[in-house]
């Protein structure tokens, strides 16, 4: 079982940064693949970015839209997976979620919401 609780979710302008957290408990969290989805109004869930399980290489990957403006790191001692992201845009305003193991048999965060707005 892993139990996963986000934050640093809030309202910035346009061009603005923020900078999720996501912090694990429960079973070690670095066996897992991690990941970012997001979930805007009237829309399904996508993915955002994920990073491979440790003995994978710890391998990282972004959704075309994001690329180049946000960046998926951790901190396996604190058990943390985080989302940097900059030049964030309206079309970026969603409810992001935090993931480990896979979106179908995984586990999830309740979600942070990130509104871009000026």
């Known amino acids: 079982q892993v139990q996963l609780v986000e934050s640093g979710g809030g309202l910035v302008q346009p061009g603005g940064s923020l900078r999720l957290s996501c912090v694990a408990s429960?079973?070690?969290?670095?066996?897992?693949?991690r990941g970012w989805f997001r979930q805007a109004p009237g829309k399904q869930r996508e993915l955002v970015a994920y990073m491979t399980n440790e003995e994978s290489g710890a391998i990282t990957n972004y959704t075309d839209s994001v690329k180049g403006r946000f960046t998926i790191s951790r901190d396996n001692a604190k058990k943390a997976l985080y989302l940097q992201m900059n030049s964030l845009q309206p079309e970026d305003t969603a409810i992001y979620y935090c993931n480990a193991g896979g979106p179908s048999l995984g586990y999830w965060g309740q979600g942070t919401q990130v509104t871009v707005s000026s």
């Open positions: 429960g079973s070690i969290f670095s066996t897992y693949t």
